[in-house]
């Protein structure tokens, strides 16, 4: 591939590589470099140093060294001459080997500019289009003008079939190769996305790889479509060669400079609250694009921030699995800390409303470990002597997960106050969890990974169930009056629920399982039958099983109502009390009242699923 010296040396000129590392990299002006956190090892203190005027890196930490276009290499994995040509691209030189020019470069550039030209289009839309009236209505009953949509270059996508492809005549490799559309049935080419609002995603470097798109909710829109089917609240583009989901964060690149300044990061859950934290004056918010928040993200994270705040509503924070955030935590050597919000409340709505309130909970938002143990605590029953066991028990769990010794303890401490326990009783029962995870059996904490995988799927199959199910066929007659089919959200354990449930021999329902094509069912239910239980269970250890279990049944039932009532399938009023009634019995479960909040939870839910079967 022919390229002449002297046009990789033009490249090499254009590009500061001051700022094209700053796209990654916090960097500090020291003297006459720069320095910053190595993007290339784990590091605390910055040993990764830029010269500017030569154009070259170098880390002390892990010697890795370059230029400019070595450091694309290097961090996009790119070959040197893709990295050439991005680099090229950003400096607006054109480079004479086209006719060699790889075909997979060629078409990432089409992509990118056929996405660009997408947004352009459906931000004009918005802002201009008689059609987009609803959706500017809408956002401006959302706090956001002319000139936040135009910050975040938002758009609307017409309520047609194609007008985006037909207007900007992009074909079928384009459509597929950016998500922008598709090919349909009778063979005609059709816009990915209709009558949504348009959230588009850009890399760090501000180049538009992707869009996402949120429905009009009524009385905006038109709520579900006239077949009948109901869209969901958002769709965003698929996987493509410009796109990688558990990459990207939403906003990072108009939030990078103040992340920079202020050293903190923050991660809400959508598109509106990243937006929320910029009007509220925190324009260092980003969010996941339709994914968890991964290992990946951290990867890009700890390059610009040492302090990650999530932001999310108190109960989705609380669920992140906490093992992995402490592992991210240690290995990117970044702290992990959870603003907390008022419950119930998301940020876009306390921007709005209390912009103040948003500013504290982030100012005051505290490490994952002491956010997972207040609700803990704050959940705990105190009046009596079980109500302080049985949260120390909980506590002692939450306490164990954290890998660091000198701060599990720190922790203990606290509990035992608040407990009134003597910390020299907690203190070695944490160690011994803290070694042996197995000790670690949390009744009202999210399910850790299965103990039991399916051979075939190779899906995780959820903690509360199983747990159910061992009890089911090892002490059949103390659950036989406390489960119902409902409960279990998985198929293949409801499946195995009514095998037992039926009272046949264990062998006779195992067999039946087989005789059906229940391969998945009929394996984990001989796992579970040969199961050596490590200990005797009490009334408790039930309760603490089934309430779990119920837990984990009406939290993915709420989904459903949460999903009705933004599809106007169920009246506000009705809903929110139904979540708010329903959210107060689960507290409950495991308390004094514990038995009857159990017994309206089941009432709720079988009425549920007998509605919704119909
Ligand atoms: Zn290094």
Redesign the pocket.
Known sequence: MAISESEIAQVRAATDIVALISEQVALKKSGRRWSGL????G?KTP??SVNAEEGRYY??????SGDQITFVRETQHLDFIDALRLLADRAGIELHEDANAGPARKDRQEFLSAMERAVEWYHDRLLHAPDARPARDYLRSRGIGGDVARRFKLGWAPDEWDALTTSLKLNEKVLLGTGLGFVNKRDRRQDALRARIIFPIFDPAGKAIAIGGRILPPPFGVGAREDGRVEPKYKNSPETTIYSKRRTLYALNWAKDDIIRSGEIIVCEGYTDVIAFFTAGMPRAVATCGTALGEDHFRTMRNFAKRIVLAYDADQAGQSAAASVYQWERQHEVDVAVARLPRGSDPAELAQRDPEALRQAIASAVPFLQFRLERVLDGANVATAEGRARAAEIAMVVLAEHPSELVRDQYVMQVADRLRIDVARLRPRVAEMAHNPALRVVPSEPPPMASVRPRQSGEAMPRPGLEALRLQVHFPNDVKDRLIAPYFVHETQREIFEGLASGKPLSDVIDDLQRRGEDEAAHVLSRLAVDELDREYTVDDVTAVVSQLVRSAVRAELKNVERDLRDGRMEPDVANATIRDVKERIELLETPQGAQAERDLRAWLLERFATTSK
């Open positions: 190595c993007p290339f090892h590091e040993s990764f880390c002390f930490g892990c010697r890795a």
